[in-house]
């Protein structure tokens, strides 16, 4: 049989606070069902300034159209019909 080595409990206790964050990480990767694969390429500043004016057009149409419907205090509805 091994050695049984002490362990103190402040010892113990600072590596489970070390560890926990990756630990939970590969629990919750590992329990799902399908994983998702980031895009990894970074983006020139010409492509996101090209997607931000897109999406800054999208909202201003819709805007403009009556899709927003506000339905409380804090919230919003897009009607994409």
Known sequence: MGALT???MNQLNKNINDL???VN???ARDRSDFHVHKTVRK????EIKALT???KASLQKAK???KFVKVGPR????DPS
């Open 6 to 8: 002490k362990v103190h």
């Open 20 to 22: 926990k964050k990756e």
């Open 25 to 27: 990480y590969n629990l």
């Open 43 to 46: 983006r020139s500043p010409d």
């Open 53 to 55: 004016e897109i999406a």
């Open 64 to 66: 403009r159209e009556g």
């Open 75 to 78: 919230r919003i509805y897009y």
